[in-house]
């Protein structure tokens, strides 16, 4: 059996403990592997391999750094189809799915690879006579991600080609469920000339991840996750005087008005609900029906929901592939139960699902619930699965009231078209991202992605102009050269320009 070790100073390490757990062939049922739960040994020796390699990464070139950042996104996209097939086979999801997640992690490299123009400092020529100011941009030190499984590419790339084009040097512990994409990319940037120990990988669970949070030679924490690990986890590196960034889970709305175009915006809230299985933060799994577009919505909602091909994510045609887990099969299952006996109307019941050849997988369909109130377990909880809920209301700020009263506020969209009702809609939801006739808003690289309320915890989204500065401390320098013996008085009384 394959054991899949930490990755620590550019090179596999079977690290301290001899703990393992195992990695599954979601599509299968099967063990594929398992990994190596690292500990507080395990962290110390990442960080000691980090920290010294941040006294030489630190003080490289900028040009230097983006070289290897252009070399890295080379590589990103040669191995696509590669890293593709490890993240199907121990997520899940489709081949083609997790090509895009690594499309749109390799669009942060691409902001990496332009940072000499985002990092530019400014100048004040002349603020008093003789006297500039200008303010630059410094990296951290050690920096560590804490990542899920949903995307176990793409949420790591949403921090590490930042945190390393600024010249920090990074600790990345991702899921324990798909832990081999991690070990991938580490090997992508030796490949790319990465110095030894500047992007060191750590696997485990809660001992790795409470050992990161501790750690006296870490400065700052990303997390992407549930919201319960989140809040802990900003409440723990917090205390401990860490900078964090902290993303937690989401209840994702999708607003149908009545001028909508039914079948477009069926269509795309059933990719929204049904990619990936139901498994990204930024899923549609509420489609709020506004008036009389409900029966209609409804109905084209259970054709298409019927029409969604599941099957294992790497057989060509599969839209739609199994859960990560057992658990998460049963849970996801447990929960279509608990809504029809909470009332809810099962439209597609998708418990149950065999795949011939796949009986152990973990596989579930697509399930459409209509008439969910807010106060059903299948509308408050986040299912993180293929589950529908359709919630009926009268107007669209009966809708934008359901929205903001959820305590999640990572993704929403609103499918009409009425320019003066989508403007509405974006200036009054309480969300951080927001989908116009778009149904899964993943801003671009070059913008932020977080959300508010209980989908970010603290104040800091990650890429774009936020990631630069979560990363890089500012100074300001005040400066004065005079001429030799052109002497200007200094004032006891406290300085002022003029
Ligand atoms: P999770 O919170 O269970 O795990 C996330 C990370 O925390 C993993 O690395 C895990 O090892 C660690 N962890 C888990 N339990 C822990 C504990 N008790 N103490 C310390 N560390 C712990 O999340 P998941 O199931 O891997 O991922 C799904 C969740 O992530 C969903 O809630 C989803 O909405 C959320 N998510 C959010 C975003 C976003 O951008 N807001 C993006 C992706 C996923």
Known sequence: MNTIPHWINGSPAEGSTTATQPVHNPATGAERARVVLGGGADV???????????????????TTRTQVMFAFRQLLVEHE???G??????????VDDARGEIVRGREVVEFACGLGDVLKGD????????????????????????????????????????????GNTFILKPSERDP????????????????????????????????????????????????????????????????????????????????????????????????????????????????????GLVEVLRRKAREVKVGPGDAPGTEMGPLVTRAAQERVENAVGTAAAQGATVVVDGRGLKVAGH????????????????????????????????????TLDAAIDVINANPYGNGTAVFTASGEAARRFQRSVKVGMIGVNVPVPVPMSYYSFGGWKDSLIGDSPVHGPEGIRFYTRPKVVTSRWPRQNHHVAAGFDFPTSD
Request: glycine share 10%; hydrophobic share 45%; net charge negative.
């Open 359 to 394: 009986e152990d997988g973990f596989f579930t369909g697509p399930s459409l619930l209509d008439h969910v109130t807010t106060e059903m377990e299948a509308y408050r909880q986040e299912l993180f699965g293929p589950v529908l809920a359709v919630v009926r209301v009268d």
């Open 180 to 295: 081999s994409a991690a070990n991938f990319v580490a090997g992508l940037y030796r490949k790319a000339g990465l110095p030894d120990g500047v992007f060191n990988v750590v696997h485990g669970g809660k001992d790795a991840v409470d050992a990161i949070l501790d750690h006296p030679g870490i400065e700052a924490v990303s997390f992407v996750g549930s919201t319960p690990i989140a809040r802990y986890v900003h409440e723990r590196a917090t205390a401990a005087g860490k900078r964090v960034q902290a993303l937690g889970g989401a209840k994702n709305h999708a607003v149908v008005l009545p001028d909508a175009d039914l079948e477009f915006a069926a269509n795309h809230i059933t990719a929204g609900a049904y990619g990936s299985a139901g498994e990204r933060c930024m899923a549609l799994s509420v489609a709020v029906a506004v008036g009389e577009a409900a029966d």
């Open 81 to 83: 189809e590669e890293l």
């Open 44 to 62: 110390d020796a990442a960080v000691r391999a980090a920290s010294a390699a941040f006294a030489t990464w630190s003080e490289s070139s900028l």
């Open 123 to 166: 100048f004040s020529d002349q603020v008093s006579r003789g006297v500039d100011v200008h303010s630059f941009r410094q990296p951290l030190g050690v920096v560590a991600g804490i990542t899920p499984f949903n995307f176990p590419a793409m949420v790591p790339l949403w921090m590490h080609p930042i945190a390393l084009a600024t």
């Open 85 to 94: 097939r490890i993240i199907s086979g121990e997520h899940g999801k489709t």
